[in-house]
T-cell receptor, first 114, second 115 residues
């Protein structure tokens, strides 16, 4: 069965600092991996996705993530945090060729200090 | 940019009452989904719907729940007799077909509060 673990329910950074949100997955077949962002009072917005092409994936708002099969990881990074990045971030995994229904992690709340 | 819209944004109901949560998926999408997120917990899949029938459902989606596409634009989730534990954020999502199925577009959600 597929699963996703997000390390840290809260991550706090200063504005301008590196953002690193961790995600590890478990999947018996090569997965599709996603990061979604949820701003207050809004729905889930797709940040980026990995679908078996390039292992370094660039998304919106300056975020990127790298698929590392050996580490079963798909960590999300951004070189310099902005106040507007404060939100809830969800990692998700799905099976290609199946129903595509994603399994979500518990989410990580990113807090950005001035 | 087309988006999934959900109404209402917040629904308060008494335990035992029926509620209907409404969603308007993106117009050319063919697959529709409901998810829920209990406060502080994961986003959980409830049900998927294609070609006017349920294509997949989770263990959470019991006989208390039903879905319907009453017309060409709306997709609804009905909870027949709400329980306290149904209090959660409910998200609707839609996707296109083929490889585009792996990209789900979510609405802003309906917060259901059962008192």
């Amino acid at each position: 069965a597929q699963s996703v673990t997000q390390l840290g329910s809260h991550v706090s950074v200063s504005e301008g600092a590196l953002v690193l949100l961790r995600c590890n997955y478990s999947s018996s077949v090569p997965p599709y991996l996603f990061w979604y962002v949820q701003y207050p009072n809004q729905g889930l917005q797709l940040l980026l996705k990995y679908t078996s092409a390039a292992t370094l994936v660039k998304g919106i708002n300056g975020f990127e993530a790298e698929f590392k099969k050996s580490e079963t990881s798909f960590h999300l990074t951004k070189p310099s945090a902005h106040m507007s990045d404060a939100a809830e971030y969800f990692c998700a995994v799905s099976f290609p060729g199946g129903s595509y229904i994603p399994t979500f992690g518990r989410g990580t709340s990113l807090i950005v200090h001035p | 940019e087309p988006e999934v819209t959900q109404t209402p944004s917040h629904q308060v109901t008494q335990m035992g009452q029926e509620v209907i949560l409404r969603c308007v998926p993106i117009s050319n999408h063919l697959y529709f989904y409901w998810y829920r997120q209990i406060l502080g917990q994961k986003v959980e899949f409830l049900v998927s719907f294609y070609n006017n029938e349920i294509s997949e459902k989770s263990e959470i989606f019991d006989d208390q729940f039903s879905v319907e596409r009453p017309d060409g634009s709306n997709f609804t989730l009905k909870i027949r007799s709400t329980k306290l534990e149904d209090s959660a954020m409910y998200f609707c999502a839609s996707t296109h077909t083929g490889l585009a199925k792996n990209i789900q577009y979510f609405g802003a959600g309906t917060r259901l509060s059962v008192l």
